[in-house]
């Protein structure tokens, strides 16, 4: 497996299942209690499955929070594939602005991502493993917004790479102020 160098037995129909029911009650137990105190057969009860269903997906509960992470960034990357508009940025922001919607925060992985931070500041060798995972998605979020300022024919005045941290320090920041 990729969260934690166990290697799974086979391949079989019901891991995409297992790994899914493990990474929602992780989920909903780590924005419940939090992070550190939530155990790993607190996660199998909530998601009704055994000790060997955990370990031959996940080496620990570190494993699983960056399992977590990924699924959280597949869906932030998705969100914004959708909403980069094919037109450009520049008439695709005006549009935004007019319709007044906003994006709806995410109370249950801000209160997650950031206890889990916490802990990675604590722990060194979580910390190194976070890190890469972070460095992953920022380079694919540059990957993005690379595309993005193509298509509305500009051209970025700081490097690609440094702008990405900037937006996921931004809307992490945001996403906590507008929470607290």
């Known amino acids: 497996s990729v969260y934690g160098g166990c290697v ?51 080496a620990n509960k570190d494993a699983l929070f960056l399992a977590l992470l990924d699924r959280s960034w597949e869906q932030r990357a998705a969100w914004v594939r959708r909403s980069l508009p094919a037109t450009g940025l520049v008439k695709g922001a005006a549009r935004r602005r007019s319709s007044g919607r906003r994006v709806d925060i995410d109370r249950q992985w801000t209160l997650v991502s950031m206890e889990f931070s916490l802990h990675a500041i604590r722990e060194p060798e979580v910390a190194a493993m976070l890190v890469e995972h972070e460095r992953r ?22 490097p690609i790479d440094e702008l990405a941290r900037m937006a996921v320090a931004v809307i992490e920041g945001n996403d906590i102020q507008l929470l607290t």
């Open 8 to 58: 799974p037995r086979g391949i079989t129909k019901r891991r995409p299942i297992t790994v899914t029911a493990l990474l929602d009650a992780a989920m909903e137990l780590f924005a419940e209690q939090g992070f550190g105190a939530t155990s790993i057969p607190d996660i199998r009860s909530r998601a009704g499955l055994t000790k060997g269903a955990f370990y031959s997906n996940f």
């Open 137 to 158: 998605v920022r380079a694919e979020l540059a990957v993005l917004i690379a595309e993005a300022l193509a298509s509305a024919e500009r051209v970025p005045t700081i």
